[in-house]
């Protein structure tokens, strides 16, 4: 792939390998602080809105940080917290229920194939 693994649980058989070091390179996937990737740990709604947030950015779009309120927001993570207010203003997520976000909460697959959709049909290409 040409770009440097800086994941200490990533090997070049995972199949995921390629994609994961060109989301580290152009700052998408990160990982963690420790240097791992954790890439069979289940996704966060909040790290799944981060994903799609730094490509957003990657890709030029408008990401224009948005208000948003409900009552766990302050459990939304440093990291997330500009995307989540992103992601809430551009219609991307939507809480668990009319008050929470659940931000740390399994992102299952119907909502990550929702969020994709709401990404995928309401960014400005």
């Known amino acids: ?22 989301g580290s390179h152009n700052n998408i996937s990160n990982g963690y602080a420790d240097g791992t990737f954790a890439p069979n740990e289940t ?5 799944l809105v981060t994903f799609l947030h730094r490509y957003a950015n ?9 208000a948003g309120s409900y009552s766990d927001a302050k459990q939304v993570s440093p990291f997330a917290r500009e995307s989540m207010c992103w992601a809430i203003g551009a219609g991307i ?10 931000p740390k909460g399994s992102a ?3 909502q990550v194939a929702v969020m994709f959709n709401r990404f995928a049909g309401g960014m400005a290409f």
């Not at 770009?3 to 200490?8: A, I, K, T």
């Not at 996704?43 to 790290?47: H, I, P, S, V």
């Open 93 to 102: 997520i939507n809480g668990t229920s009319s008050t929470t976000l659940s």
């Open 43 to 47: 996704l966060t709604r909040e790290q």
């Open 58 to 66: 990657y890709k030029g779009y408008n990401t224009d940080v948005y």
């Open 108 to 110: 299952v697959r119907s």
């Open 1 to 22: 792939s040409g770009y440097e693994n800086r994941f200490s649980d990533v090997s070049s058989s995972q199949y995921c390998y390629n994609a994961l070091l060109w």
